[in-house]
């Protein structure tokens, strides 16, 4: 756990990740690489929406 001051966040840059993009909310640059801040809600949720639909899939 770490806290960043508001003005540290930047915008997550597009570049090639392993990851979406879209789940990043920012990124906080340190002197030695950088801190990536996931918007664990919207992972969460996305998720949860991906099993819903996996479970409408199964037969009963």
Known sequence: ???FAAGEIERAPEIGVPWRSDYIAGVVRR???FVVLFDLPKMLAASEDAL?????????
């Open 1 to 3: 756990m770490a806290a």
């Open 52 to 60: 819903t639909q996996s479970a409408r899939r199964v037969p009963a």
């Open 31 to 33: 002197d030695d690489g």
